[in-house]
């Protein structure tokens, strides 16, 4: 290829938007471990974390108080005693895979960032284009790609700890990965379905066609239902979250994939575990509660300017933080499914219902398409 | 004995079957509760209110008079779960006129604050009343050795206690006394 | 109430006693026929004798009132042992003192009573066991021993036949318990006078020295010179059939004349005793109750009726004036005659004094051998004693009751029922006085406990 | 079980069942066989009747007779009409008859049963808490069972001394002593010393040593053993240990040639005292003073603790090595000792065939006390004969070993535990030649020795000895060895293995009696160690009937041949 500085210019800039897109998903990571530590206490009628405090933040008056009342600094301090802890590593564990495992689980989470755009901006002429790493054709299918590499993790980690727990619970996980991925993509094709305008040339599948076909009209939350509801209880199966957490399940497992995992190596399969969360509540925005934009059938109300962009992005994550709210209030509300409920639930229950959803739409689109006043 | 009675259980409607309902009925009640008073207590700050037959470190007491009140029997180092009590037997000096009439003391006394699991048994079976869990539960060391209380700790923690049995002191006046035909 | 016409003393043991002219020396004796009967014994053969005084049916006089033919009946003469013949004068029953007098006043009766006895059973010892504060009786004992021995009446040879038997008085040991046939026994061979098990030794077999030993009473060896001069069919016939003889009862207690009578059994009542023989009660008093048979007899109250049936069939229905001084009378009401020892006790006593004095005797005289007694003895002596020092308490008569009855027939020797029978008859017949007794008001707080 | 030359047996009805007991057996003990138990304090089946505790009443009735003609008296139903004596009766001073009827469960023995336990508690002093006898305590254990759980008795309690000191070994605490008498009984009729003795009356009857005299003998400590309360105590025992500590290990006494059986009782490793084991056929419940002290040689000042090679300290494997080099090929010689176990004294034999060695044996003598301290004072001398380790009665000196090293017939030296300055060996001859000294304790001949292996005490490894009578009774190891220390019999085998090259034997105890039993001439044939484990047997002696046996008679033992006195 032949040498631009122009081309450089936009690689420096991709690597160092990917970078601030890593530092931002890790520190939300960080944080929902925060909220749901917090979140946990409060539903549970304790206070939560509320001691750790930077010297010299603390004493300003009222703030420091306040800050570290809301535990602020708390995710820095886990991570810190992450880092610090000793590094023990079992004797009887396979080294390279055991070493491995971690780093498969989050290298995926943090990957799937990349087709999500989470905002736009204008240029002087006011257009928008979306934010994003990589405006992928395809990007969901990326996703879905990339995020079912995640459950290598667990089972590597679980099945190099050779130990019964970790291999029980890397079982569990692959077994519910299979189950829930294809209800996930079942449900999500109605979607693509109503999306897409047949014969245009946008591609379906892009996440930023999604976000902006619910510019200023309805959410598909609200046109899909079904199919919403059947992408939510699929992500909390494939974030391992309650009801869910098969792999981890500390009461018949002691800690499923990661019992033998302590110090750094744990504190990873802990970020990932987060990071998936926080990824998969903006997908979860990015498609169904669309993306940026302000509400159903009301135009942005914000300047095409950068305050709009900021804004736009600022809504954007307010709504992930509250699915990720969602995420919390979920675990402390509904016990963990046995295995097999959770085998009967996806096969049984979510599988048919998502092709019943799947018929019901196409046949709908159809009809719509061929009643060319209904056209979307 | 009492009868067993089957109930019928209704059938689940439909909305019931999906437990959606129910899922956010759940979900209500635990946001409520996120907006409840806070039972947590601030520990170092504010410290709990013990109790009157709380458990704490198990010590050794001393009676009204200063003295010491076990006379090393062992019961207690029969019976502790966890082996955590260890005990020299003596005997107490006859020169030791307050007390000679005991006869049996311990050299040493030893609790494994390591292994103590505080279940009281210790206490429930010392027959001299000379063992108690007191109210310190907070007890720490850098090392194992500290860990170990040994028969000055062990009166320093407990120190003396009311009695109004007086049993030896009893026996003593007897002693004195006599009461031959 | 003074009764018509009461009976005479019908006296043969104490027949010289107080009589002026008569003193204990041999000289004396003698010229009363001393030692005739001695002198006839040895001409008879020794089965004889011993049938004649079965034929008398002349019962113990120490207390048990077992038939004393009988008792040598039983006697081991195969085993090829040695036999003794161990006369007990510890006579130490509270309100008993014929034996005493007996010693003191002819002692040579007995002296020859006991070498009749010792031919009958061939004994090859005799011993005379006398309580250790009579030191007068064995003064004079031991000279009348003496004085036959110089005369040939006891010793080698007796009376110039084959026949030797030496007498010997041996002091005793200062303890009530040494009056039980055992314990006398052990007592005599230099031990503590622990009373032996029986079985298996019962002193007719395995006695002194594991030998066939007889002991009998002071009162009892004395008879059986009588029963030999009247001959055993003759003796029978005083007093009454099974209470045959007379016996000496000892009258103590608050009557204007106690001492000791002779009477021949049955033939007179208690109340005859008490208001004829012994001048009746001080002025102004009225009979409250009275033990017939030395302390350990159960006692009798005084507004008690005693009904019940004899052993021939016959119905009787006694006040306490009616019951007849012989063996069975007092037995039939339901205490005993025992050792002869009437107390008597007016109106004027307190009850449960009475009582504490009786325990702390036998809290004192308990040998210690045996668990029941030794414990039981000073428990039920130190609850007495607390009662009369005002710390009475409510459960106190059942308590005493109770402790009576653990040590009632459990016990080694007959120690137990003399210790036992008083504490159940007291609080029987008069629990009222032991529960006046307990007014809390009057209990002493300073009272120290061990636990 | 199977019947053992035993006496007629007769039956009684125990509580309604009719059950075969041995003709005139003690009732306490025959209804002992039936499962049953008369609880009794005063009573000892090895010491005479006193019948002054009255715990053990019982109900008891014998078959009625007719006093004219002596026929038995039948009920209607045909049974024989069972006269009962109207008072409760000691069952310790009761011996069965035929047809005899007992009752040990009525209403009226759990009543006399509960009011004799009230009154042995009313005085006694309830210091269970500083009490040794607490845990093996008849007053605890009846009190159990027929206690009241309060106490009635309201009045001050009687004072008697405590830690009254009777002897040199027993302390009295009178105000435990419930006066049974048993340890004055026992001082009379087995140790023959009468110094016991009750003063005072009633309740405040005292047990006493006579004025001037005390508890000293020998066997003052059975007292302590047969007190059924905590009042006669072991001084050297005294406060150390509460007995629910302690591990029971059977084991026997190496005093002497009694053999007497024993439990050591030992916490975690540590031995607290020594008490005899009841064996009717060898030492009754008995064993002497003297014995009960050897455990403090254990951890004597002058005990080997690890092996030294020209007196330096090494390893055991140097040690062993050391011996090889000084056996191989040489002229050696074997002292070997009676107070090693039989298996040791095997291995030895074997040992000295390997090494074609000439044999030495050593005897112990003393003062026989003609009840449990023998006057061979070793407690194998028998074994040793047995084994074939000796042929000869063994002499106190060692003249023949003193002749054949003054010829120079010997390079080396196998010394088992002895002292040969002591048995009479110049210890000028002894510079010639090596020593390797296997032995507990130092003593002058390990001094010299060229290499010494520490062995350990019978305390501390399993083994059998041969008493007098010929009785094999075999013993568990108490306590563990000292660290780093190997049991005399691994140590003869891995020299016995060395020597001839081949690992033929092995150092487990049932594989040396395996080995053992083979001999069709031993008295030993076709026995394994599990045999007598818990009661020995006796061996045939016919063969050694004439050796000049130093024992004399007493308690179960009668000796062989008269002894010619000099």
Redesign the interface.
């Known amino acids: 290829m032949e040498f631009n500085p122009e081309m450089l210019l936009q690689l420096g800039l991709k690597v160092l938007f990917a970078f601030t897109m890593v530092g931002a998903v890790m520190t939300m990571a960080g944080y929902s471990v925060l909220a749901e530590r917090k979140v946990s206490a409060w539903m549970q009628g304790r206070v939560g974390p509320n001691r750790t405090a930077l010297p010299f933040v603390e004493n300003i008056p009222f703030i420091g108080s306040f800050l570290k009342g809301l535990g602020i600094f708390q995710p820095l301090a886990d991570g810190l005693k992450f880092l610090f802890k000793e590094e023990i590593v079992p004797g009887h564990v396979n080294k390279v895979y055991y070493y491995m495992a971690p780093l498969v689980a989050l290298v995926p989470a943090l990957t799937t960032m990349t087709v999500l755009p989470f905002g736009q901006y204008y240029d002087e002429a006011g257009n928008s284009s979306p934010l994003i790493l990589a405006n992928l054709e395809v990007g969901i299918l990326f996703i879905f790609a990339v995020s079912s590499l995640g459950v290598y993790g667990i089972v590597l980690a679980g099945w190099s700890s050779n130990s019964k727990y970790p291999f029980l619970g890397g079982i569990r996980s692959s077994a519910q990965m299979i189950s829930y991925e294809l209800a996930m993509g079942l449900s999500l094709l109605p979607v693509f379905l109503w999306v897409s305008v047949p014969g245009s040339e946008a591609s379906a599948l892009s996440l930023v066609g999604i976000v902006s076909s619910q510019n200023d009209s309805a959410w598909l939350l609200l046109i899909q239902p079904v199919s919403a509801l059947i992408f939510l209880i699929a992500l909390f199966a494939e974030t391992n979250r309650l009801p869910f957490d098969m792999p981890e399940s500390e009461t018949d497992l002691v800690g499923g994939f990661h019992t033998e995992y302590g110090s750094f190596k744990f504190g990873i399969f802990f970020v990932a575990e987060y990071a998936h969360i926080v990824v998969g509540s903006a997908i979860f925005t990015t498609i169904f509660l669309g993306g940026w934009h302000f509400l159903p059938w009301i135009a942005d109300p914000w300047p095409a300017t950068w305050v709009g962009t900021l804004l736009g992005i600022g809504w954007f994550l307010a709504k992930t933080a509250f699915l990720i709210f969602f995420f919390i209030w979920i675990r402390w509300t509904i016990p963990r499914f046995r295995y097999d409920q959770v085998m009967s639930i996806g096969w049984t229950k979510l599988l048919p219902l998502a092709l019943i959803n799947l018929i019901v739409y196409v046949l709908l689109v159809t009809w719509l398409d061929q009643t060319p006043s209904a056209t979307p | 004995m009492a009868k067993t009675v089957v109930l019928e259980r209704k059938p689940l409607s439909l909305s019931e079957r999906t437990y959606l309902p129910q899922i956010v009925t759940g979900l209500k009640t635990t946001f409520s509760n996120m907006f409840k008073e806070k039972a947590t207590l601030q520990y170092p700050e504010e410290k709990p209110q013990l109790p009157q037959n709380y458990r704490g470190v198990p010590t050794l007491v001393n009676d009204p008079n200063g003295r010491e009140k076990c006379v090393s029997c062992q019961l207690c180092e029969f019976v502790c779960p966890p082996k955590a009590i260890r005990i020299t037997p003596g005997s107490v000096p006859e020169e030791d006129e307050d007390r000679e009439h005991v006869e049996k003391a311990p050299q040493e006394f030893e609790i494994n604050m390591l292994r103590c699991i505080y279940c009281g048994y210790c206490q429930e079976v010392c027959p001299e009343e000379a063992i108690f869990l007191l109210d310190e539960y907070s007890s720490s060391g850098y090392t194992r050795e500290e860990m170990i209380n040994n028969k000055a700790k062990l009166y320093e923690l407990g120190g003396t206690l009311p009695d109004k049995h007086y049993k030896w002191d009893k026996k003593k006046d007897a002693e004195v006394e006599g009461n031959a035909h | 109430m003074i009764t018509k016409n009461s009976p005479k003393e019908h006296r043969i043991i104490l027949k010289y006693a107080d009589d002026p002219n008569y003193s204990n020396r041999l000289g004396c004796y003698l010229r009363e026929g001393g030692y005739e009967m001695l002198r006839k014994a040895l001409k008879m053969k020794p089965e004889e004798i011993g049938e004649e005084v079965l034929k008398s049916g002349v019962r113990g006089r120490g207390g048990a009132g077992f038939p004393a033919g009988m008792k040598w009946k039983f006697l081991d003469r195969k085993s090829g042992k040695p036999i003794y013949l161990i006369c007990n004068a510890d006579e130490s029953e509270p309100g008993t003192f014929k034996d005493r007098q007996i010693m003191h006043k002819d002692p040579h009766q007995l002296i020859e009573g006991m070498m009749i006895a010792a031919y009958a059973i061939q004994a090859k010892q005799a011993f005379i066991y006398i309580r250790a504060e009579f030191f007068e009786g064995a003064r004079i004992l031991e000279r009348a021993i003496a004085e036959a021995k110089e005369k040939g009446f006891c010793g080698e040879k007796i009376l110039g036949s084959d026949y030797s038997c030496d007498l010997v008085v041996h002091r005793g040991a200062g303890?009530y318990i040494c009056g039980e046939e055992t314990g006398l026994i052990e007592s005599l061979e230099g031990k503590?006078p622990?009373p032996r098990?029986k079985?298996?030794f019962f002193p007719a077999v395995l006695g002194l020295y594991q030998c066939p030993t007889i002991v009998n009473n002071v009162e009892t060896l004395c008879n059986v010179k009588h029963v030999l001069e009247m001959g055993g069919d003759e003796f029978a016939k005083i007093g009454k059939p099974n209470n045959t003889g007379t016996r000496i009862w000892c009258v103590s207690g608050q009557v204007k004349k106690p001492g000791y009578y002779e009477f021949e059994c049955g033939a007179l009542t208690l109340g005859e005793m008490i208001f004829d023989v012994c001048g009746g009660l001080l002025p102004g008093r009225s009979l409250k109750a009275v033990i017939p048979g030395g302390s350990s007899a159960k006692i009798l109250r005084a507004d008690e009726r005693f009904v019940g049936k004899h052993k021939d069939g016959t119905d009787f229905d006694w006040g306490i004036e009616d019951i007849p001084l012989d063996f069975d009378g007092p037995m039939a009401a339901g205490s005993m005659s025992g050792s002869g020892g009437i107390i008597v006790m007016d109106d004027t006593v307190d009850i449960v004094e009475a009582m504490a004095n009786v325990n702390a005797f036998y809290?004192?005289?308990?040998?210690?051998?045996?668990?029941?007694c030794?414990?039981?003895?000073?428990?039920m002596k130190?609850?007495t004693k607390?009662m009369c020092d005002g710390d009475a308490?409510e459960e106190d008569p059942d308590?005493l009751l109770s402790i009576a009855?653990?040590i009632e027939?459990?016990?080694?020797c007959a120690f137990g029922e003399a210790a036992a029978w008083p504490t159940q008859s007291f609080i029987a017949k008069f629990r009222d006085e032991f529960v006046k007794k307990a007014k809390p008001s009057k209990r002493s707080k300073n009272s120290?406990?061990?636990? | 079980m199977i019947s053992k030359g035993k006496t007629d047996q007769v039956t009684i009805n125990l509580d309604g069942n009719d059950v075969e007991v041995p003709a005139g057996m003690n009732l306490v003990d025959a209804v002992a066989l039936h499962g049953k138990e008369i609880p009794h304090y005063c009573y000892h089946p090895q010491l005479s009747v006193a019948g002054n505790c009255r715990m053990c009443l019982i109900e008891m009735g014998t078959p009625m007779r007719d006093r004219g003609t002596g026929e038995a008296i039948v009920e209607e139903d045909g049974s024989p009409k069972i006269g009962w004596v109207p008072k409760p009766v000691i069952g310790c001073g009761t011996n069965v008859s035929p047809g005899m009827h007992v009752k040990t469960e009525s209403d009226l023995v759990t009543d006399c049963r509960e009011g004799i336990m009230e009154f042995l508690l009313v005085n006694h002093p309830l210091d269970c808490p500083i009490c040794d006898q607490a845990g093996e305590c008849r007053l605890q254990e009846f009190a159990t069972d027929y206690g009241r759980g309060y106490s009635r008795y309201k009045e001050r309690k009687n004072v008697k001394p405590k830690r009254t000191r009777l002897g040199p070994r027993v302390t009295l605490d009178d105000e435990r002593c419930i006066l049974c008498s048993r340890c004055i009984r026992f001082s009379q009729e087995v140790a023959k010393d009468d110094v016991l003795g009750f003063v005072d009356r009633g309740s405040f009857s005292t047990l006493t040593c006579f004025p001037g005299k005390e508890l000293a003998n020998n066997y003052s400590l059975n007292t302590v053993d047969i007190c059924p309360v905590g009042a006669l105590t072991s001084t050297d025992f005294r406060f150390k240990m509460r007995v629910w500590f302690l591990k029971e290990t059977m084991s026997i006494c190496a005093e002497s040639s009694a053999g007497c059986n024993t439990l050591v009782s030992s916490r975690e490793g540590v031995i607290h005292r020594i008490t005899p084991r009841r064996n009717d056929a060898v030492n009754d419940s008995w064993m002497t003073d003297s014995g009960r002290a050897l455990y403090k040689r254990i951890d004597s000042d002058d005990r080997l603790k690890f092996p030294l090679v020209d007196q330096e300290k090494s390893s055991l494997e140097d040690a062993l090595a050391a011996s090889i080099s000084l056996l191989k090929d040489k002229r050696v010689g074997i002292v070997g000792s009676c107070k090693s176990t039989v298996e040791e004294q095997y291995l030895l034999n074997r040992l000295a065939k390997e090494t074609k060695a000439k044999k030495y044996l050593r005897g112990h003598f003393g003062e026989d006390d003609g009840i449990l301290l023998s006057a061979d004072r070793t407690p194998n001398l028998r074994g040793a004969l047995i084994t074939g380790l000796a042929s000869s009665y063994p002499k106190e000196n060692l003249n023949l070993l003193g002749q054949a090293l003054k010829k120079g017939q010997l390079d080396t030296l196998i010394v088992v535990g002895e002292d040969l300055m002591d048995a009479k060996v110049d210890a000028e001859l002894l510079s010639d030649i090596q020593i390797i000294y296997l032995g507990t304790h130092e003593n002058a001949t390990s001094t010299l020795a060229q290499v010494v292996i520490p062995t350990l005490t019978p305390f501390e490894k399993s083994g059998s000895f041969v008493n007098r009578s010929f009785f094999l009774q075999g013993f568990k190891q108490a306590v563990p060895g000292l660290a780093g220390l190997l049991p005399d019999i691994s140590i003869l085998v891995r020299l016995i293995n060395e020597l001839n090259g081949e690992a033929e034997l092995s150092s487990d105890l049932s594989a040396v009696w395996k080995m053992m039993a083979r001999s069709s001439t031993s008295p030993l044939k076709g026995l394994s160690f599990s045999d007598f484990k818990k009661d020995g047997i006796e061996l045939d002696g016919s063969k050694w009937d004439e050796l000049p046996f130093v024992e004399q008679k007493a308690l179960h033992y009668e000796p062989t041949a008269e002894l010619t006195t000099d």
């Open positions: 303890a503590r622990n098990i079985p298996p809290a004192h005289e308990s040998c210690g051998q045996c668990t029941p030794r414990e039981g003895c000073l428990w130190k609850i607390r308490r308590m009855n653990q027939g459990r016990t080694i120290l406990q061990l636990i």
